[in-house]
């Protein structure tokens, strides 16, 4: 096993070459800067050294938000890539939730998804090029299936489509990508965080010669209908700009981050009733080397499937 999970009152008997406490953060991108820092420093890790990360107490399984969640499985994948072996010590309901509810320990070999044990966890799922498409078409089954009989996901799928394609695609991130998606029941919202630790939207795009529009960021115009790196045809000019359409509802709907760049964009409706896109880019005190991206999708705004009849096959076609 290359990522061991213990309780914070285990005994280690591995002499630590490397520690790293991580901290319970106010807000979610203290939090990711607090990973970017770790991962920082790692690089004086050597290939024969151990590491030893140490979730702080006052870390519980309802502060852990898909957001806590994929960056942390980034760092851990991470640290495998440099280090011989390393050990994640938490809190005893924390460390239950992280080894046996989600299976964390498995993800770090060639294993892309593993089933969860309970129906609000939809569990990690590592992005790959092979498995592409493949998670999100059985993720939205199931949700189908369990949660939303009669309603109409094909936007949630199209957008976790883009979203996985465009990891795999342009993130170069060497396996180390990660989605993670939880459904609350109380509020009826599905929190989705994507993550990984590749080479960023702004360095992806200054690789390919893509320069912004005057007055826009990298991340902002990557958003933009046409813009595209290009490493796939199958979408290229779409992408992000597709997430984008398809999500529901309004103000602060999708944020990605990259690099320093936090770019914000939803919908607002005017006092006329009509819906308007704003957006705006929060430039960070940080550099997170890679891109993470994070949105609500509010359940009371999918739409009732459409019920096909047989005279509306026929009328289909054109005779």
Not at 11 to 36: C, G, N
Not at 48 to 73: K, R, W
Not at 281 to 298: A, M, N, R, S
């Amino acid at each position: 096993m290359k990522v061991k999970i213990l309780p914070l009152n285990s005994d280690t008997i591995t002499l630590m070459i490397h520690y790293e406490r991580i901290k319970k953060s106010h807000t979610l991108y203290d939090w990711v800067a607090q990973i970017s820092d770790i991962r920082s420093r790692l690089c004086k890790v050597k290939s024969t050294d151990n590491i030893q990360f140490v979730l702080s107490e006052d870390i519980d399984i309802q502060y852990l938000q898909p957001v806590h969640i994929v960056t942390l499985a980034c760092l851990l994948a991470y640290s495998i890539s440099i280090a011989h072996r390393v050990t994640l010590m938490a809190g005893n309901d924390v460390e239950v939730f992280l080894r046996e509810d989600l299976h964390l320990e498995q993800y770090f070999s060639d294993t892309p998804h593993i089933g969860a044990t309970k129906p609000s966890i939809f569990n990690l799922w590592k992005v790959d090029n092979e498995q592409t498409f493949g998670y999100s078409h059985s993720l939205s089954a199931y949700l189908k299936r369990s949660f939303f009989k009669g309603k109409d996901l094909s936007a949630f799928t199209n957008a976790l489509n883009e979203l996985y394609a465009n990891v795999a695609d342009h993130a170069d991130a060497k396996g180390i990508a990660y989605s993670y998606i939880h459904f609350d029941e109380k509020i009826g919202k599905i929190n989705i965080a994507f993550c990984d630790f590749g080479i960023g939207i702004p360095s992806c795009l200054k690789r390919a010669d893509i320069t912004p529009a005057p007055g826009c960021n990298y991340v902002q115009w990557a958003t933009r209908l046409g813009v595209s790196a290009k490493s796939s045809q199958h979408n290229a000019g779409k992408g992000l700009d597709d997430v984008i359409s398809s999500l529901p509802g309004k103000y602060d709907r999708l944020k990605i981050l990259s690099e320093n760049e936090l770019f914000i964009v939803g919908e607002k409706i005017g006092s006329n009733g009509e819906c308007s896109r704003i957006e705006k880019t929060l430039y960070q005190p940080f550099c997170f080397k890679g891109t993470l991206i994070h949105f609500e999708y509010d359940i009371s705004e999918l739409e009732n499937e459409e019920i096909i009849g047989e005279s509306d096959l026929f009328n289909d076609f054109d005779w």
